[in-house]
C-alpha cells in the first residue's frame, strides 16, 4: 500500500495535506484497534493505573471535535459537550468510559473525520493562517494550520498507548 499526503481532490494542496494526515491516523487508529474485545478496549493496563483505549478513543474524539469547531469558528453544541465530553473529569484525569462497544467509538470518530472532510473542503490554503483560540485551562493561540498538524500528531501519541496497552492486555492473557 502507497503511503501519501497528496490530499483530496476537492481541497488546496495544504490544507488537503494536512487533512491527509489526520485521515491517514484515524484509519491507523482503525487498524491497531481491529479485534479488541469489549474487555480488552475497557483494560486499564498493569494495576489499573492507565487510561483504557475507549478512553483514550473518546478523547482524541472530543479534541478532534473541538478542533473541527473551532476551524469553523463557531462554538461546540452544547448536546456535543454533554454527548462526547467532558475533556477532563474533576480530578484532571480522563473521563471513565466503560462498556462502550468499540464499533460506537470507531463510528463516532469517523463522523467527527467526515466532518473534518467537510470544513476542509471549504478551507483556502490562505485560511490556514487564520488564528483559534484553544485549551481548556489557558487560553493558547494558534493557527488553523497548526491545528490541523496538532490533531494528527495528537492521535498518534494516543496510539502509541493503545498499542502498549494491546502489548500489556496480551502478555496479561498469555501468562493465565
Known sequence: MLHDLKGEA??????????????????RLKSITSGMSQE?????????????????????LYVDLNWVYRIKG???????????????DENNRLPMVQGMPLNTLISS???????????????TDADLD??????????????IRWGLWHMADHSRYHQAQINQLRKWFSENVLSK
Request: net charge negative; proline share 7%; aromatic share 4%.
Open 10 to 27: 476537492n481541497m488546496p494542496p495544504i490544507v488537503g495535506m494536512l487533512y491527509s494526515a489526520v485521515k491517514e491516523n484515524s484509519e
Open 40 to 60: 480488552e478496549v475497557d483494560s486499564k493496563g498493569p494495576n489499573h493505573h492507565s487510561n483504557s483505549t475507549a478512553q483514550l478513543i473518546k478523547h482524541i
Open 74 to 88: 463557531q462554538p461546540l453544541p452544547q448536546l456535543l459537550k454533554e454527548q462526547y465530553g467532558p475533556m477532563i
Open 109 to 123: 470518530y469517523e463522523d467527527v473525520i467526515n466532518m473534518l472532510k467537510d470544513i476542509c473542503a471549504q478551507l
Open 130 to 143: 487564520q488564528v483559534v483560540t484553544f485549551g481548556h485551562e489557558n487560553e493558547k493561540q494558534a493557527t
